[in-house]
């Protein structure tokens, strides 16, 4: 993964913006009845503050301790607490069964890094617990609003079909959606979303 979003999230400012994204905004409801959310590759914490600010226990987990810094800056403007902890979501462990439900916001990884992480997200999780995530898709690299240059760095939909079969599906999603998220995620893009109980 190198030290690139350490670098990217250096900024004052925050890339992809403050507000939560839209789409765990919309489903947010989902998670009420969970107290303890974990959320993967949660950056510089837009996800996890505005879940916290629902009441939620959060947990943010992050490679760039950039992120994390920002995460906890944005977290005491809000005064909501939000736990946060460096992984890396590829090599560490984490928590067994810990959480009521997790979030993981477009989660860059490589292809044959990303059911590793999705196995973790689910790991994490206890049975009846949630699990939302919304992720860039194949087709983001025509569209060029946001996201990784690269193929190998997007998700497949029958991947994530693949992975989710096996679970209770509350939501599948994979189609263009407008997204503006800071300077870096702005205009029309090609996602893949999915709601699932454990």
Avoid: C
């Avoid at 939620?56 to 005491?76: C, F, P, Q, R, S």
Wanted: proline share 3%; hydrophobic share 35%; glycine share 10%.
């Amino acid at each position: 993964m190198g030290n690139q979003w350490h670098e990217r999230f250096g900024s004052e400012n925050y890339v992809y913006g403050e507000e939560p994204n839209q789409f765990i905004e919309a489903q947010a409801y989902r998670l009420e009845n969970g107290k303890k959310i974990a959320a993967f590759a949660e950056g510089e914490g837009r996800n996890a503050i505005y879940l916290a600010r629902k009441g939620h226990i959060v947990t943010a987990y992050d490679y760039a301790l950039n992120g994390l810094k920002k995460t906890e800056a944005l977290a005491e403007r809000f005064d909501v607490q939000v736990k946060t902890e460096q992984k890396d979501l590829i090599h560490d462990s984490v928590p067994i069964e810990k959480f009521d439900g997790a979030i993981m916001v477009y989660g860059h990884f490589a292809k044959n890094d990303q059911k590793i992480v999705f196995d973790k997200l689910v790991l994490a999780v206890k049975p009846g617990g949630l699990i939302m995530l919304e992720v860039y898709s194949e087709d983001q690299i025509r569209y060029g609003t946001g996201g990784p240059k690269t193929v190998d760095m997007l998700y497949d939909p029958s991947d994530l079909l693949k992975w989710i079969k096996e679970y209770n599906v509350l939501h599948f999603f994979y189609g263009e959606q407008e997204r503006v998220e800071g300077e870096l995620h702005t205009g029309v893009g090609h996602v893949v979303q999915a709601i699932f109980e454990k």
